[in-house]
């Protein structure tokens, strides 16, 4: 297993996406447990691209070609993580996205597919998402929360733009979680949010704890 992890996370390392694609049908074929994979091994390999590239060991277009090595396994992946215990809306229901500006959505997809597993309604915008896009969504569909992802600074303050939005209408009995490299709980409790997340899994335990 360990050497399964290491593995993964060399793949998105290297951008090479066939092996990423092997390895994740590997994942299921061996019956291994997806999430870990996931987090120990793909998020783990995209983290580390990361962070080569800010120490200007990679170039752009390596980071490109790591994220499609990651959205190739997490494809083949993904399917395995859905279908928990859930049934429409047993829960509540989530509309997460990307806010505008920002086109990271790997995190994202994460978050919703968790959310989706674990008995929520999502409705997932997408990424490059407008302040108000989420606002009218949340409204139409009667959402309990709105999952706001930002992975840049420069997009952070869009987050808090979607919380004046939703008080101007009188919609501030929708919850807003955010999340996303930069996000903090200090940063959460500072705009106004109703809570933070660092990862999926902690998503889960936000929504589940405060809906209903
Ligand atoms: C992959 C990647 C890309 C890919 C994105 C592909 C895609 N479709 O998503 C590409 C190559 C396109 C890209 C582009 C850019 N990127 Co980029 N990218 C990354 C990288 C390496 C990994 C992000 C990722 O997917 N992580 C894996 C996922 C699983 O983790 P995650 O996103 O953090 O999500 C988890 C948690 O944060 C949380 N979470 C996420 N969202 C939410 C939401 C809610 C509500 C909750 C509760 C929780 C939650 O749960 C998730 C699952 O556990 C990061 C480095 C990093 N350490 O984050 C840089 C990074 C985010 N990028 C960065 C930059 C600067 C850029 C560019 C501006 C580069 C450029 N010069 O063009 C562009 C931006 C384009 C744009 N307008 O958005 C910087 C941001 C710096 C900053 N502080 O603002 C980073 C931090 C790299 C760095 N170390 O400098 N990038």
Redesign the pocket.
């Known amino acids: 297993m360990k050497e399964h992890l290491k593995e993964c996370m060399q793949a998105i390392i290297d951008g090479d996406t066939e092996r990423s694609e092997k390895l994740a049908k590997l994942t299921l074929e061996k019956g291994m447990p997806v999430l870990e994979v996931?987090?120990k091994g793909?998020?783990a390999g995209?983290?580390e691209?990361?962070?080569l590239?800010?120490e200007g060991e990679l170039f752009?277009p390596e980071?490109?070609i790591?994220?499609?090595a990651?959205?190739m396994a997490?494809g083949i992946l993904r399917p395995a993580l859905e279908g928990g215990e859930g049934g429409p809306d047993r829960l509540g229901h989530v509309v997460?996205g990307?806010i505008e500006?920002?086109?990271?959505?790997?995190?994202?997809?994460?978050?919703a597919t968790?959310l989706a597993a674990n008995g929520f309604e999502v409705t997932d915008l997408g990424?490059?998402v407008p302040v108000a896009k989420f606002v009218e969504t949340a409204e139409e569909k009667g959402a309990d929360w709105i999952?706001?992802?930002?992975?840049?600074?420069?997009?952070?303050p869009g987050q808090k733009k979607v919380i004046e939005q939703l008080e101007a209408k009188s919609l501030g009995n929708i919850r807003v979680?955010?999340?996303?490299?930069?996000?903090s709980a200090e940063w959460a409790s500072e705009i106004g949010a109703d809570?933070?997340?660092?990862?999926?899994?902690?998503?889960v335990a936000?929504a589940k704890g405060k809906t209903g």
Do not use: Q
Request: include cysteine; hydrophobic fraction near 55%; proline fraction near 2%.
């Open positions: 996931i987090n793909f998020v995209i983290r691209v990361g962070r590239w800010e752009l980071l490109v790591g994220a499609d990651m959205k997490m997460i990307t500006g920002d086109i990271h959505d790997i995190g994202k997809t994460l978050v968790m990424a490059d999952a706001i992802s930002a992975l840049l600074t420069t997009t952070m979680m955010v999340g996303g490299a930069p996000c809570g933070y997340a660092g990862d999926a899994v902690a998503a936000l």
